[in-house]
């Protein structure tokens, strides 16, 4: 069972298209951090969320975690071709008495030209 | 300031055999942590050194250990290699835990055939 579930796994759109990926749980997070991942790279720091409601906005990525830090969501405006890669959210709280960080499965984003 | 350094970067071994991945975490960096990557199961938490300690570990065989030297560069071995043991292998440094952001390497491609 995973602790994190991504949403959609695979998504193809158009470049100027706008999307919206989910990150959900049962589980409550102490914080929340989004990463992308290009072939061939390790992941990428996007942004970490911890306050339960909170927004933030990279460009044209908006994040959101949900009010009660079980879910998260990044909302990508006019996507272009610089955003395709694999999205990871990953939740951090404590398991059998120690902070650990839990991946989600991740989102496979592809814009097309 | 470098980033996190891994080698190598590809690697193919049959089975039975071990294998040695080395990691160089950033500067300053105390924690290190190893994932592994395969397209079915995501990225999945091998373990994490902090100060030369084991601090975490997953859910993996015993065939799988690390170790962190006093300069906080780590490796990890893989023993009796097995061929679902193939995946991309991931360092990721942090300040101060694995549940903190992660600063990823480029990851080593192991090839077991």
């Known amino acids: 069972t995973q602790l994190l579930e991504q949403s959609p796994q695979f998504l193809s759109i158009q470049e100027g298209e706008n999307l919206t990926v989910y990150c959900n749980s049962s589980?409550?997070?102490?914080?929340l951090q989004w990463y992308r991942q290009e072939p061939g790279e390790g992941p990428v720091l996007l942004v970490t969320?911890?306050?339960?409601?909170e927004v933030k906005k990279l460009k044209r990525l908006t994040f959101q975690f949900g009010d009660a830090r079980k879910d998260s969501s990044l909302h990508i405006t006019a996507a272009q071709p610089g955003d395709t890669g694999l999205y990871l959210c990953a939740g951090a709280r404590r398991i059998q008495g120690a902070q650990k960080l839990v991946f989600g499965q991740g989102t496979r984003l592809t814009i097309n030209p | 300031k470098a980033g996190v350094t891994q080698t190598p970067r590809y690697l193919i071994k049959t089975r039975g055999q071990q294998v040695t991945l080395s990691c160089s975490p950033i500067s300053g960096h105390r924690s290190v942590s190893w994932y592994q990557q395969t397209p079915g199961q995501g990225l999945q938490f091998l373990f994490e050194y902090f100060s030369e300690t084991q601090r975490n570990k997953g859910n993996f065989p015993g065939r799988f250990s690390g170790r962190q030297f006093s300069n906080s560069r780590s490796e990890m071995n893989v023993s009796t290699l097995e061929l679902g043991d193939s995946a991309l292998y991931l360092c990721?440094?942090?300040?101060?835990?694995?549940?903190?952001?992660?600063?990823f390497g480029p990851g080593t491609r192991l090839t077991v055939l």
């Open positions: 969320v911890v306050t339960g409601g």
């Open positions: 990721a440094s942090s300040l101060s835990g694995a549940y903190n952001e992660q600063f």
């Open positions: 589980s409550v997070f102490s914080s």
